[in-house]
């Protein structure tokens, strides 16, 4: 839990290590809608390789097709998120 000004800066660069962490380390081209400081920060980060098993641990309903989904909507680039057609044939 964060509380207080230098605590809420602390939350977002924890929660976009997290991020990273899962989705894999994006290009320079995908931070191009971040504000600077989060592209100094993920850019300053060693390279990560993606790893969704995080996101198993979440809850106990989390599933392949559950996984993939959260996978395909934390991207960093806004134009590479899928249209809302293409998550509805990805359920059917």
């Known amino acids: 839990m964060c509380i207080g000004i ?12 997290l991020i990273v962490d899962v ?13 600077e400081t989060a592209r ?11 790893d969704p098993t995080i996101l198993y641990g979440l809850s106990t309903d989390c599933d392949h097709e ?4 959260l996978c395909q ?4 680039n806004p134009v590479r998120l899928p249209s809302r057609y293409q ?5 059917s």
Do not use: K, N, W
Not at 6 to 17: H, I, R
């Open 73 to 76: 909507m934390l991207v960093f």
């Open 6 to 17: 230098t605590q809420v800066s602390v939350c977002y660069v924890e929660q976009l290590d």
């Open 40 to 50: 100094l920060h993920v850019l300053r980060r060693a390279h990560h390789q993606p």
């Open 23 to 35: 989705v894999g380390s994006p290009t320079v081209d995908d931070l191009s809608s971040a504000c």
């Open 66 to 69: 559950v996984v993939h989904l």
């Open 87 to 91: 998550y509805l044939i990805c359920q």
